[in-house]
């Protein structure tokens, strides 16, 4: 076979193929229909009496959990090192379920201050008496990333 014979060959495959492809696409253009959906069918009318009222549901108040805690702001340093490691949140909990609180004290650290429980739960006051406790002994390392960003270390 000759190359021009080939090259027929191959322009003849190509062009059977594109017409087989625009016959197809027609057909399926014949399919779709172009025009809005019809609208649904009116509901029938209810009377006001068959309406039941939706069900009341009582939820004891120890079971609704509490509103999100504002933020707190303390003035100076300790206002930024909070606000960097929880966003001034007293009752925020790291990712990894880890550190708690204003200041993200794990609790091993919480304990070893001598509280009990978990630092989430303690006021700010008391969050911010215990990280001044834990600075005065063990220097402002405890906070790294926060203290490198805030000029600490």
């Excluded at 933020?71 to 930024?80: E, N």
Aim: net charge positive; glycine share 6%.
């Amino acid at each position: 076979m000759c190359p021009l014979e080939w090259e027929n060959r191959t322009i003849s495959r190509l062009i059977a193929i594109v017409l087989l492809m625009l016959a197809a696409s027609a057909q399926l253009d014949a399919r779709i229909s172009f025009d809005p959906p019809p609208p649904p069918p009116e509901p029938a009318p209810v009377a006001k009496s068959e309406i039941a009222p939706p069900p009341v549901t009582v939820v004891p108040a120890e079971a609704v959990a509490p509103l999100r805690t504002r933020r707190i702001t303390f003035p100076g340093v300790w206002g930024r090192l909070s606000h960097c490691e929880s966003s001034g949140d007293p009752r925020a909990v790291s990712r990894d379920r880890q550190y708690f609180g204003l200041f993200q004290f794990s609790l091993d650290t919480w304990h070893f201050l001598g509280y009990s429980g978990n630092p989430a739960d303690a006021s700010p006051a008391t969050q911010l008496t215990a990280a001044k406790r834990l600075q005065a002994m063990r220097g402002w390392n405890q906070w790294p990333r926060c203290a490198r960003r805030l000029g600490l270390l």
